[in-house]
């Protein structure tokens, strides 16, 4: 089975600083890990994914995400947050092994980001 | 690259009543997921077709939803005696067939709401 836990429903930052919104996971062969935005009564929007290779992937909009395979972790990560960066956010992962290739989601961490 | 296409992106119904939505996948996709979102939670994996065979369905669905592909093209997902509890976001996605790396393409969902 493969699951994905976010620890924190919400995030909250001020604009200009950065941040960080955290991801685990499991499953029993090599994780395929992607982040997902979403904005009000939209679908969801691809940002970033960790298939393998170098640990620290870099996506759309300045987010990247660190992949740590001991930590079973792979948290989102913006150096410098925009307003416009407010929007619920989803991990999700599939194992790299298997054969089945649905993705399995996350609750989802909602970030706001003040002026 | 039109991107995945969802209709109707609203739906009202009454409780009994059948639905059916429609998605449209990004035309050189031959993967197609069925998702159910609803509020505070992250999408709920319903169902997934490579080109027009149906490769798995989630044992949380029950018999009332039926789910097709006919020619690897759109797809339609019916649920029959709609219930209260079937009110979500029901979201299509569509990725390429590429070893399982390739990101889901997200449409805009329908939201269904049963009275």
Same mark, same amino acid.
């Given at each position: 089975?493969q699951s994905?836990?976010?620890?924190?429903?919400?995030?909250?930052?001020?604009? !200009?600083?950065?941040?960080?919104?955290?991801?685990?996971?499991?499953v029993?062969?090599?994780?395929?890990?992607?982040?997902?935005?979403?904005?009000?009564?939209?679908?969801?929007?691809?940002?970033?994914?960790?298939?393998? !290779?170098?640990?620290?992937?870099?996506?759309?909009?300045?987010?990247?995400?660190?992949?740590?395979?001991?930590?079973? *972790?792979?948290?989102?990560?913006?150096?410098?947050?925009?307003? *416009?960066?407010?929007?619920?956010?989803?991990?999700?992962v599939?194992d790299? !092994?298997?054969?089945?290739?649905?993705?399995t989601? !996350?609750?989802?961490?909602?970030?706001?980001?003040?002026? | 690259?039109?991107?995945?296409?969802?209709?109707?992106?609203?739906?009202?119904?009454? #409780?009994?009543?059948?639905?059916?939505?429609?998605?449209?996948?990004?035309? +050189?996709?031959? #993967?197609?997921?069925?998702?159910?979102?609803?509020?505070?939670?992250?999408? +709920?994996?319903?169902?997934?077709?490579?080109?027009?065979?149906?490769? +798995?369905?989630?044992?949380?669905?029950?018999?009332?939803? &039926?789910?097709?592909?006919?020619?690897?093209?759109?797809?339609?997902? +019916?649920?029959? #005696?709609?219930?209260?509890?079937?009110?979500?976001?029901?979201?299509?996605?569509?990725?390429?067939? &590429?070893?399982?790396?390739?990101?889901?393409?997200?449409?805009?969902?329908? #939201?269904?709401?049963?009275?």
């Amino acid at each position: 089975a493969q699951s994905v836990a976010q620890p924190e429903d919400q995030v909250n930052v001020a604009e !200009g600083n950065p941040l960080t919104v955290k991801c685990t996971y499991s499953v029993s062969g090599n994780p395929y890990l992607f982040w997902y935005v979403q904005y009000p009564n939209r679908g969801l929007q691809f940002l970033l994914k960790y298939i393998t !290779g170098d640990n620290l992937v870099k996506g759309s909009y300045g987010f990247e995400a660190e992949f740590n395979k001991s930590q079973t *972790s792979f948290h989102l990560k913006k150096p410098s947050a925009l307003v *416009s960066d407010s929007a619920l956010y989803f991990c999700a992962v599939r194992d790299g !092994g298997g054969s089945n290739y649905k993705l399995t989601f !996350g609750k989802g961490t909602l970030l706001t980001v003040n002026p | 690259d039109t991107g995945v296409s969802q209709d109707p992106r609203h739906k009202i119904t009454k #409780r009994g009543q059948n639905v059916t939505f429609r998605c449209d996948p990004i035309s +050189e996709h031959n #993967r197609l997921y069925w998702y159910r979102q609803t509020l505070g939670q992250g999408p +709920e994996f319903l169902t997934y077709f490579q080109n027009e065979a149906q490769l +798995e369905k989630s044992r949380l669905l029950s018999d009332r939803f &039926s789910a097709e592909r006919p020619k690897g093209s759109f797809s339609t997902l +019916e649920i029959q #005696r709609t219930e209260q509890g079937d009110s979500a976001m029901y979201l299509c996605a569509s990725s390429l067939a &590429s070893g399982g790396n390739s990101p889901l393409h997200f449409g805009n969902g329908t #939201r269904l709401t049963v009275t």
